[in-house]
């Protein structure tokens, strides 16, 4: 194949640091496994599902989905990684530019701030967050079908979105901003706050499916025609 699997794969490594890289026409950009990461101020530039790669045996249960077209795809257990962007300005440089899915973690937690993605199918994906909890924070995430989504999590730990700003594509879809769902947390330790929703087609803003434990604080979900559907309210799951 003259497509390449990985810019970075790391394996199993108790500590690792990626800073200033660019990532460029890859399956995956940074890829790994029962790693603690830092991942700094990177590039990730047309990194599209292709089908090039598709993850069978063994490799079928840890990337089900196959294994093309993430900037960033991280699974392991009990892990830790830190990825802040280039700044979330509409006039900063893209962390993440054309990727089918921006960030994809399993097992992992810790923190997600300051990216710009634009054109991006998936923003951020974080299943199953480990005991350490999980920041996603001051994130802009433009042009998107799926915006951040916390799947299947029961964490001890607190797991917050805060002051993130999604935009969906032009056009008629089933986008969702922000999604919880299969997330059987207890005392309000998912916090949806001071988050900014656009939508400029169908769809729905903030979703929650089978999730128990959540608090949405301050949020605004609106429509291109400024019609405000949710702002500044306050929502707590039984």
């Not at 900014?196 to 769809?203: A, K, P, W």
């Amino acid at each position: 194949m003259n497509k390449p699997l990985a810019g970075i794969w790391i394996d199993r490594s108790k500590g690792f640091s990626i800073h200033k890289c660019y990532f460029e026409n890859s399956a995956i950009g940074v890829g790994t496994r029962r790693a603690n990461l830092l991942l700094r101020a990177n590039r990730f530039s047309n990194i599209v599902n292709s089908g090039a790669y598709q993850s069978s045996g063994s490799w079928s249960q840890v990337f089900p989905n196959g294994m093309d077209g993430y900037g960033v795809l991280a699974s392991g257990v009990a892990n830790i990684i830190s990825i802040p962007g280039l700044g979330m300005e509409t006039n900063s440089t893209a962390t993440f530019d054309n990727c089918t899915s921006g960030i994809d973690l399993t097992g992992y937690g810790g923190s997600i701030t300051l990216n710009r993605m634009v054109d991006i199918d998936t923003g951020i994906v974080a299943r199953m967050v480990n005991v350490g909890g999980l920041m996603i924070s001051q994130n802009r995430i433009e042009g998107t079908q799926h915006g951040i989504s916390i799947r299947e999590s029961e964490p001890l730990g607190l797991v917050q979105v805060i002051d993130n700003v999604v935009t969906s594509l032009t056009g008629t879809g089933n986008y969702v901003g922000i999604q919880v769902s299969q997330s059987q947390v207890t005392q309000q330790r998912l916090v949806i706050e001071e988050n900014i929703v656009t939508l400029n087609g169908g769809g729905e803003g903030i979703r929650l499916l089978n999730t128990t434990g959540a608090s949405i604080v301050n949020d605004s979900v609106q429509l291109t025609n400024g019609t405000v559907l949710f702002s500044r309210g306050l929502y707590e799951s039984e």
